[in-house]
């Protein structure tokens, strides 16, 4: 079974920093591209980041580019975004995705507030 | 123009037949993508539905019923995710997707399914 399982959301004061974390099983990881897609207070999905298997290759949306850094760590089945420069409207529900196969986790959310 | 356009709400009676529609932006040619479909209830993950490129080249997700199927209208430029037999615990918000070259994953504005 596809398991996806994201850490580190939190509260954090705007211009923080914060990683996420997302820890992967049921599936050869170091095969896969994988993604963040995040989800603001109700609003609608939101694509923010992907990463080849090797991590050679790497996209983000422009709402997030210069500011957030997608990696990942193949021998510990787990992938990171490294946020930086933090905002109000980044606050959201922050999944991890392996969006060509269909898998999500649970989400962890991360609000940015004073 | 966003990428991929939904309407905002859809509305119908149980065992009637919902068509939702996901229309890209003119100069993105819905017969060159495969359309993803994902259904999302309050407080949950997005679930995956199905993809959808053609006839011949579509995958229902694990566990999805048959009732949900995908085609296109190449005619309107847009996806389509048919829910036949709508049941109440159909009502959610649905998602399209697609992978665009220049944008990458692209989500639509998504669609909130209420059973009357």
């Known amino acids: 079974e596809v398991r996806l399982v994201e850490s580190g959301g939190g509260l954090v004061q705007p211009g923080g920093s914060l990683r996420l974390s997302c820890a992967a099983s049921?599936?050869?990881?170091?095969?896969?591209?994988m993604n963040w897609v995040r989800q603001a207070p109700g609003k609608g999905l939101e694509w923010i980041s992907y990463?080849?298997?090797?991590?050679?290759?790497?996209y983000y949306a422009d709402s997030v580019k210069g500011r957030f850094t997608i990696s990942r760590d193949n021998a510990k089945n787990s992938l990171y975004l490294q946020m930086n420069s933090l905002r109000a409207e980044d606050t959201a529900v922050y999944y991890c995705a392996r969006l060509s196969q269909g898998n999500w986790g649970q989400g962890t959310l991360v609000t940015v507030s004073s | 123009q966003a990428v991929l356009t939904q309407p905002s709400s859809l509305s119908a009676s149980p065992g009637e037949s919902a068509s939702l529609t996901c229309t890209l932006r003119?100069?993105?040619?819905?017969?060159?993508?495969?359309i993803y479909w994902y259904q999302q209830k309050p407080g949950s993950p997005p679930q995956y539905l199905l993809r959808?490129?053609?006839?011949?080249?579509?995958?229902?997700g694990s566990g999805v019923p048959s009732r949900f199927s995908g085609s296109k209208d190449a005619s309107a430029n847009a996806g389509i995710l048919l829910i036949s037999g709508l049941q109440s615990e159909d009502e959610a918000d649905y998602y399209c997707m697609i992978w665009h070259s220049s944008a990458y994953y692209v989500f639509g504005t998504g669609t909130k399914v209420t059973v009357l």
């Open positions: 003119s100069g993105i040619n819905v017969g060159t993508y495969s």
């Open positions: 049921g599936f050869t990881f170091s095969s896969f591209e």
């Open positions: 959808y490129k053609s006839d011949s080249d579509q995958q229902r």
């Open positions: 990463i080849t298997g090797s991590g050679s290759i790497i």
